[in-house]
């Protein structure tokens, strides 16, 4: 909803502005405006108390320059996380640029959160407006980093308490002891990665799919054990067979078994990159990953 809103009374401390405000872009704003040029309206998201502004700062400090007292502004209901979240996207496509860093600052804040740190790399880089390898790249910075605090923390902490899988609470399954020096600590098992038919390793938001191919091996099985069974049986002479043309039954259950073979996932998307939500993707239309007769046609340079 479009409204013309007081400027005090809109909030700016919700920690929702990402980058600084610039006041030579502030100045270029103040006199273009004051020129008579209309500006987009602000936008702001409100709990029904606060009007927590998530973009427009700068345009909101020029119209502050001019003295003026109230700003055209698009409200829409929400709480202060959600206008926190959604400032990431902000200026990710037009206005002031953003300076250098800013993007990675906002990735940072999304991998240090509990909730939003759970995405898929490829819904981090659309929201924040970056690619997908920029993010992987920070969030591998950002959990070395993590471990190697974790690390020092534990081996301290070793040092002076004489620590041990029993005190820890932690199943000796998920964890393993590493010493380094005279120093013993502990430290969390590696997450075993999920690979592709190809070896390439499986995006996050794709890992569920790849991991129910079972759903497809079973039936397939399933047919090979009826061939089996069939084919025993009229080796046998077995009368229940007699009518049951094994040649048309071979021949329709490979029909069967390849239509599941390739409809299973195979690989990783070599021409989005696993992007599940780039429905223009004509190799794997969207879902981020393709089967081997895909994978198979796909150039040799992308492989």
Known sequence: MSKSLPIKDICLD???QQRPVDDKVVAHYAGMMKDGSKYPAVEIITDGESYFLWDGFHRLAAARKLGKKY???NVVNGTKRDAIFTSFSANKKNAFPRQPGTA????EKILRDREWSKMAQTDIARH???THQFVSKIQAEF???SCNQLHDRTALSGQKAGLSGQKTGRSASETINVKRGDSEYEMKKPKKKVLDATGKEVPKHLVKFFKRANEFRQPVKQLNDMLKAVREGKEAGDQLFKFVKIEN???EIGN???IFRFGMPYAVCRYCGGDEMN?????CDGCGFVNEQTYKATPEELK
Not at 104 to 107: A, P
Not at 279 to 283: I, P
């Open 14 to 16: 919700g920690k929702t």
């Open 256 to 258: 069967v078994k390849r």
């Open 71 to 73: 700003i055209e502004a």
């Open 128 to 130: 924040v407006g970056c």
């Open 249 to 251: 039954l071979t021949a």
């Open 104 to 107: 990675k600052g906002i990735v």
């Open 279 to 283: 429905a223009e993707c004509r190799a």
């Open 143 to 145: 959990e070395k980093l």
